[in-house]
């Protein structure tokens, strides 16, 4: 007799108690028993991209470059481990900005005195170019105790030399409008 449902698509009544050895059956996924996979922080292999910055829009760049920090571009991504890759920027003086925000973008930080110290991002830009892409990417990552970890994995270089040779990184394009 059956109670007007079959159970979960595997063509028998509710309470049968039969089950079946393999997770799909008559084209249906038993969700009862499918496990979602969690990454082990001592599975993740870690590998190295190097990115050139040269004429690269910094808010692209820097979203392509927390999705490598965070693992989103692995099939693995587990949100609490640290899953993420290894990404050295060069070139990072040549970035541009959209539009007027050479002149109008300000970067402001708390100096332990009253008040503010404030500059445009075109001033940052002579002084200390690294922290433009930097707190791009920082601002983009989730705000808790992971991130900076995730953070320590992003190494910036003014110029095209960096000391990451030993890690053979793999060159890659990002921040392209496509």
């Given at each position: 007799?059956?109670?007007?449902?079959?159970?979960?698509?595997?063509?028998?009544?509710?309470g049968?108690?039969?089950?079946?050895?393999?997770?799909?059956?008559?084209?249906?996924?038993?969700?009862?028993r499918?496990?979602?996979?969690?990454?082990r922080p001592?599975?993740?292999?870690?590998?190295?991209?190097?990115?050139?910055?040269?004429?690269?829009?910094?808010?692209?760049?820097?979203?392509?470059?927390?999705?490598?920090?965070?693992?989103k571009?692995?099939?693995?991504?587990?949100?609490?481990?640290?899953?993420?890759?290894?990404?050295i920027?060069?070139n990072?003086?040549?970035?541009?900005?959209?539009?007027?925000?050479?002149?109008?973008?300000?970067?402001?930080?708390?100096?332990?005195?009253?008040g503010?110290?404030?500059?445009?991002?075109?001033?940052?830009?002579?002084r200390r170019?690294?922290?433009?892409?930097?707190?791009?990417?920082?601002?983009?990552?989730?705000?808790?105790?992971?991130?900076?970890?995730?953070?320590?994995k992003?190494?910036?270089?003014?110029?095209?030399?960096?000391?990451?040779?030993?890690?053979?990184?793999?060159?890659?394009?990002?921040?392209?409008?496509?």
């Amino acid at each position: 007799m059956l109670s007007g449902r079959e159970g979960a698509g595997y063509g028998q009544p509710w309470g049968t108690g039969r089950r079946s050895a393999s997770l799909e059956r008559n084209g249906y996924i038993d969700m009862l028993r499918a496990k979602t996979y969690m990454a082990r922080p001592d599975e993740v292999v870690p590998k190295w991209w190097l990115v050139d910055a040269s004429d690269k829009v910094v808010g692209r760049l820097a979203s392509d470059i927390a999705m490598i920090l965070m693992g989103k571009n692995r099939p693995t991504y587990t949100p609490h481990v640290d899953n993420g890759d290894y990404v050295i920027v060069i070139n990072v003086e040549k970035v541009v900005f959209t539009g007027k925000k050479w002149l109008q973008k300000r970067y402001a930080w708390y100096t332990g005195h009253p008040g503010q110290h404030t500059e445009v991002a075109g001033e940052r830009r002579k002084r200390r170019p690294e922290l433009i892409l930097r707190e791009a990417v920082r601002r983009m990552l989730p705000k808790n105790k992971l991130a900076f970890r995730t953070l320590d994995k992003l190494k910036i270089y003014v110029g095209s030399e960096h000391p990451h040779q030993a890690q053979q990184a793999e060159p890659v394009e990002l921040g392209s409008k496509d």
